[in-house]
């Protein structure tokens, strides 16, 4: 066998190995995670800054999430249904 068929062979080899592997097993999507997914993606349709990722690169779900379990309350339910970003904004006045 020459050189390069050797390679692709351990190439081919290994990433059948990897592909191989099955991730460990999913975590179910708690009511908080569903309430914050919902908020982001409602936010980033109505194209609001808030939807957005924070200048740390934290993601708008993982803000929700950690803000909500800290005991911060959000008001999602009115964010959530806010018809325009101004009164999602004024929601943390309700």
């Not at 190439?11 to 975590?27: D, K, N």
């Not at 409602?42 to 929700?64: I, K, V, W, Y």
Request: net charge negative.
């Amino acid at each position: 066998m020459n050189m390069h068929r050797l390679r692709v062979f351990g190439f081919v080899a290994c990433l059948g190995i990897l592909g191989g592997c099955t991730p460990g097993p999913v975590q179910p999507e708690t009511p908080l995670k569903i309430a914050c997914a919902k908020y982001c993606d409602h936010a980033r349709t109505l194209q609001c800054a808030e939807g957005q990722p924070l200048p740390n690169g934290d993601s708008c779900e993982m803000f929700c999430e950690h803000v909500q379990s800290e005991g911060h309350d959000l008001k999602l339910a009115c964010r959530t249904a806010a018809p325009s970003c101004a009164v999602m904004e004024n929601c943390h006045f309700h």
